[in-house]
Nanobody, 121 residues
Framework: EVQLVESGGGLVQAGGSLRLSCAAS????????IGWFRQAPEKAHEGVSC????????YYAEAVKGRFTISSDNAKNTVYLQMNNLKPEDTAVYYC??????????????WGQGTQVTVSS
């Protein structure tokens, strides 16, 4: 059974930091991409960042470049999203997802349940 489990969300003041984790299990492919997405109330679903397991390539949305860092611990099958200098507009439910064709811009196959990030001003 494929599972993605996010953790690490919470409440933080503006300027603070959080690290989200996405633990993956049940994959049968060696190469896949893990993306982080977010959705705030009354806003569109937004891609935040992605990492390709095959070569470690990373991508970031313009809104988070320079503040967020995605990384992967392949031994633990876990992807992290380090979020620094958080802003109130980063408030959202954050989801991780897996694309089994290792395409950061593809149609993601599996999704986690989400973790809430709230940034107070």
């Amino acid at each position: 059974e494929v599972q993605l489990v996010e953790s690490g969300g919470g409440l933080v003041q503006a300027g603070g930091s959080l690290r989200l984790s996405c633990a993956a299990s049940g994959f049968t492919f060696d190469d896949y991409a893990i993306g982080w997405f977010r959705q705030a109330p009354e806003k569109a679903h937004e891609g935040v960042s992605c990492i390709k397991r095959s070569d470690g390539s990373t991508y970031y949305a313009e809104a988070v470049k320079g503040r967020f860092t995605i990384s992967s611990d392949n031994a633990k099958n876990t992807v992290y999203l380090q979020m620094n200098n958080l802003k109130p507009e980063d408030t959202a439910v954050y989801y991780c997802a897996a694309d089994l064709s290792d395409d950061c811009f593809g149609a993601y196959d599996y999704w986690g349940q989400g973790t809430q990030v709230t940034v107070s001003s």
